[in-house]
């Protein structure tokens, strides 16, 4: 989907429909939240920001938000090729996410856990699902991918080795999908309360788009790169 930056659209609405705008807002201190029921231009005015690069910065947001993986072209891609798309398309991002999403998080569990107690086991998996991921993607540049391609090689003697991290790489796959799974299920499908705030709304808007961009990212790994080799 794509939207036309306009001066008279509410703020609230550009980060409904992309979520990760909200980082931009946050850069020039613009509230998106309790006060994000105002035009673009009068957040601006009140802010003395520059419209100019504040669209600028919104569009590439939201164009990056937009990309999606045409899955037949890495069904014919070289292993090499899939796993640089990997890291650029998916570890980059996946780490620049994480890390910007989560002061929301603990803001809401902090400030609403209280009110609604499944707040702090939303906290409590996405860290565990932080530091999983982070450790599972630094794995896999560092020493899986490269010993990977080696496996191009017919001649190379510890294979049954490779395949065993490979195996290992899978397994890890699957218990960040066990996190995202409760997490879909404690927050009734990412489904937040008729008393959310917008924060709250944003915390669950944007772990649903990081389980669905971690989904396409081990069907790569898990359905097209990795079975050429087991």
């Known amino acids: 989907m794509t939207i036309q930056i306009t001066e008279d659209l509410l703020v609230k609405d550009i980060v409904n429909e992309f979520p990760k705008t909200s980082d931009v807002f946050k850069r020039h201190r613009i509230d998106f939240c309790c006060g994000g029921n105002i035009p673009l231009a009068r957040a601006v005015s009140e802010q003395s920001a520059d419209m100019n690069v ?6 590439e947001v939201i164009q990056k938000e937009n990309q ?4 037949e072209v890495w069904t014919d891609s070289t292993s090499e090729d899939i796993i640089e798309h990997v890291i650029n398309r998916y570890h980059r991002p996946l780490e620049e996410e994480l890390s ?8 809401v ?23 999983e991921l982070l450790e599972h993607t630094s794995k896999e540049e560092e020493s899986v991918f490269p010993l ?38 404690i927050t009734a499908g990412f489904i937040p309360p008729a008393d959310a705030c917008g924060s709250y709304r944003l915390v669950y808007k944007r772990l649903e788009d990081l389980e669905s961009q971690t989904f396409m990212h081990v069907h790569l790994e898990n359905n097209i790169l990795f079975p050429r080799y087991i």
């Open 54 to 59: 504040l669209i600028n910065e919104l569009n």
């Open 109 to 131: 569990s902090r400030v609403h856990g209280e009110s609604h107690e499944e707040l702090l086991r939303v906290h409590q998996l996405f860290y565990e699902l932080k530091h």
């Open 100 to 107: 910007q999403l989560s002061p929301y998080v603990t803001k």
């Open 148 to 185: 990977l391609l080696k496996l191009e090689d017919p001649k190379v003697e510890n294979r049954e080795e490779i395949i065993s991290y490979i195996r290992e790489l899978e397994k890890e796959h699957d218990h960040a999908g066990s996190i995202l799974k409760e997490l879909r299920e």
């Open 68 to 71: 999606t993986d045409n899955l």
